[in-house]
Each structure stands twice: as C-alpha cells, then as structure tokens.
Antibody, heavy 123, light 106 residues
C-alpha cells in the first residue's frame, strides 16, 4: 500500500511563506500525477494544485494562483508546495494526494492521500 | 463546474439503504468520483468513473449516473459507514468537490 508523508506545516504570520513536502517511502511516484487538496477547519475539500508526471505541467485553483507553486523531484521521489503571501483563509489541513494514473481522467482521481499537514496563518 | 450534494446531512440506522445525490452545474459525462471521510482522517476513494468500485471497497457501495445527475447508494448501512461523503468532478479544471453529506446514526 502507498504511504504518503507530508511535512512542513505550522504557524505562519499573514504575508509569510511556508513550504510543504510529501514523500512516498517505498513507492515510485514518477508515473503518477500528484495533487494538493486542502480542508479548512470544519469545512469541505478544496483542490489546490496538480502537477503532471514530468513536472512540466502545473495547474492551480484561482484562490492560490500566483501565490503557490507546486513542484516535484522524481529523482528524490518527492512533491512540494511552496506557499507565499499567505492569508488567514489559507488556514487548513493540506493533503498530498496521488492520482490513479498519469493522464486524464486517472490523474485527477485520488486513490491515496497523506495524513495531512496543518497550516495556520495567524498573527 | 459546481457540484451540489443533497442532503447535506442525514440520519439513518444500521441496515438502512442510503442515497446521496450530486448534481453538476453542467454535463460532465461520467467524470464523477465519490470519497468517504471519517473525522480526523484523510478521504478514502470509493467510486470513480461514476460507477466503478475502487478495489477493496465493499460491494454495498454503488454509484450511478452520467451527465449532470449522480447518485451514491449504500445498501444496508454498516456502523463503519457513518462518515461524510464527497463527490468530485474530474472533467475539467479547476477540479471541484461537492459540499459533503454527513451520514449520522439515528
């Protein structure tokens, strides 16, 4: 079974930056699209960003576009989310999610999720 | 594409049949996924392509629909099924989720 491990969450002031990472020990991620999905406290799920298998194509929700950057390092088998200009409304648990495959529609269906990393934006 | 789930919550008893509906604001073919989420846990994939059961998911879960109207049915609700259920469309970006349906114990 695939295990996804997020790290990098924490408390940050408004306007600050944070970088989340996701690792998959014992599983090779390079053949799968990867996404970040977040969930604000007591709220529903919100897709944040997706990166394709090569890292060459990245997509974002409008709410984070131009502030967040998704990337992957297939040589290190890791996924990252660089979050800049953070706002209070970015406070959420951020999940790393694996696509079922590398292309439509499998890439957009999430069959394994991490445990989540809590990001709190507050002064 | 907006997804509207109904009801937002329901109460049911063990053994009941439960039906949750997800309506898309425009046609999405069969590009609809269902997840289950328990408190404090990550979502779990139940059904993809509107009606295909994910490996390891009990057969009491069933999905149907295409176009704009979709249904998740749980036949004979079990104690471990009390959770929140979300639909997600994978037809176009941005990917979107429904607001969720919380299934509670009656």
């Amino acid at each position: 079974e695939v295990q996804l491990l997020e790290s990098g969450g924490g408390l940050v002031q408004p306007g600050g930056s944070l970088r989340l990472s996701c690792a998959a020990p014992g599983f090779i991620l390079r053949s799968y699209a990867m996404s970040w999905v977040r969930q604000a406290p007591g709220k529903g799920l919100e897709w944040v960003s997706l990166v394709d298998t090569s890292g060459g194509t990245t997509l974002y929700a409008d709410s984070v576009k131009d502030r967040f950057t998704i990337s992957r390092d297939n040589s290190k088998n890791t996924l990252s989310l660089q979050m800049n200009s953070l706002r209070a409304e970015d406070t959420a648990v951020y999940y790393c999610a694996k696509g079922r495959g590398g292309s439509y529609p499998e890439s957009r269906t999430f069959d394994f999720w991490g445990q989540g990393a809590l990001v709190t934006v507050s002064s | 594409i907006q997804l509207t789930q109904s009801p937002s919550s329901l109460s049911a008893s063990v053994g009941d049949r439960v039906t949750i509906t997800c309506r898309a604001s425009q046609g999405i073919s069969s590009d609809l996924v269902w997840y289950q989420q328990k408190p404090g846990k990550a979502p779990n994939l139940l059904i993809y392509a509107a009606s295909t059961l994910q490996s390891g998911v009990p057969s009491r879960f069933s999905g149907s629909g295409s176009g704009t109207d979709f249904t998740l049915t749980i036949y004979s609700l079990q104690p471990e099924d009390f959770a929140t259920y979300y639909c997600q469309q994978v037809n176009s970006f941005p990917l979107t989720f429904g607001g969720g349906t919380q299934v509670e114990i009656k």
